[in-house]
């Protein structure tokens, strides 16, 4: 009376990555990161049988990963004077010149320093859903699907970040009056275990008027749901600030300084105000999950006597604290943030046709547009807040147009040729515009490239020549901005290649 299906998964993934984590030639900070991780994952479903008016379906998946991450930042002689002693001496620069105030300064006299970092990122996840789907439902061709899926999701993180102790000199000059502090030592260290869950309920829409097996229109109303999670290598951004509140608390807890007699009052009144406050692991490192409402009509068309194939959609997502990847701001690792609400509309079609026996065309187009709807951020700074409004731009790293043409020629050959098929394929892919900050203010403007395959059968051996961006056109394929610069990756140039493949 009905289909069991059970499917049990498992994966093993050893990783290890260097990465010169400035991306300049200047010598400042590396980091290795290596990541082992195993995930064992369970489906069980059953399904009504094909050709009955009630469609259901009934299932559970679970799944569980183990992820051990370690990613150790080195900041070398360079990045110790430029992003430890600098960012530490600013507190002191910060303090107006005036009659009573001494000038202080420190030296940082590793040669380079070890930011740890060693993290346990365990996910389990579980869900229970149902479908069911009424063919014929008053009229023929009518059927209406409703479907409810509940999601359960646990996230925990234990970390252990301890860095290199920082050994630095401190020195302070009023008038005649001078005080020096030799191999001052500043522990940092982050210990400790955090974990979260969510649970949700994802409904799911669909109604859809068929009139014959090949031709439809529909329509479907979901909701939508991306899991959250932990920004690890926020921990060197956490690391720079305790190292420098630690500085600054031996400082306070020197003898020859904060705690002299004469000095200590100055110490108090103008050092301890610009002590760091302690970093807060949790709303620093965790990332929300990200919801959306999904609208969509479309329709499905098989023309042409059956050689025209047609898709045409059109949808609507609202979203709901959308998840962005960023480079934090000192360039000390690439995190998720959440950003507010946007929205998108826009529209796809494509259409297959089948020409001749031998000759295939098929093309595609997309239209996109997204924008914030509710996102601003203020920031307190010293002088005062600074309010960033991104309302109305546009959503980074979606395209505003996508564009696909291509083309298929297959010939088969006569007995005595040395191949049983010979097929020319070509296709042109093409993007744009693309925002690649919130600002709006770099972009890649609309491009395509053109590829072509041309694939020579013998029996269960193909060999294929092929070339990609074979008109070699230059363009940004990802960029980013980290340490006040920006940084663009480029798009492969022309390439040409052959494969070779046999079936056994």
Known sequence: NFILSAVTGYQNLNDRMFLDQDFTERDIFNIEQKQRANTISEE????????????????????YQWLHTTGPVLFKE?????MIEDNANTAFSDIPATPGVPTMGMT??????????????????????????FNDLFIEGLSFT???????????MKYNSVS???????????????????????????????????????PKFAIQYEWNKSNNVYATVSRGYRSGGYNIQMFSDLSQTEMRRSMMNAIMASPNLGQN????????????????EEPNVKNSTTYKPEYSWNYEVGSHLTLWEGKLWADFAVFYMDTRDQQLSQFAESGLGRITINAGKSRSYGAEASLRASITQELSLNASYGYTYATFTDYVIREEKEDGSIEKNYNGKYVPFVPKHTLNIGGEYAITCSPRSIFDHVVFQANYNSAG????????????????????RTNLEIGDAM????????????YAAFYFETMNKGFMQKGRPMQFGIDLRCRF
């Open 108 to 133: 940082v006299n590793n040669p380079t320093l070890s930011v740890g970092g060693t993290f346990d990122t365990p996910t389990l996840s579980a869900a229970l859903y149902h479908q069911s789907t």
């Open 164 to 202: 290199t102790t920082v050994d630095f000199d401190f020195d302070m000059k009023m008038g005649p009056m001078m005080s020096l502090s030799d191999n001052m030592q500043a522990p940092t260290s982050f210990i400790g275990k955090l974990s979260t869950d969510y649970v949700q309920l994802l």
């Open 146 to 156: 409703a479907g409810l899926r509940l999601d359960y999701e646990k996230m925990s």
């Open 261 to 276: 007699p004469t000095y200590g009052p100055i110490f108090e009144r103008m050092l301890k105000p610009r002590i760091p």
């Open 44 to 63: 069980i479903v059953f399904k009504a049988k094909p050709g009955k008016r009630w469609q259901w379906a009934t299932g559970a998946f679970g799944f």
């Open 433 to 452: 515009r693309i925002y690649w900050t919130e600002q709006n203010d770099v972009s890649q403007s609309f491009y395509g490239t053109l590829n072509w």
């Open 78 to 82: 360079e990045g110790v004077k430029t």
């Open 463 to 474: 060999i294929s020549f092929w070339a990609r961006n074979f008109l070699n056109k230059d």
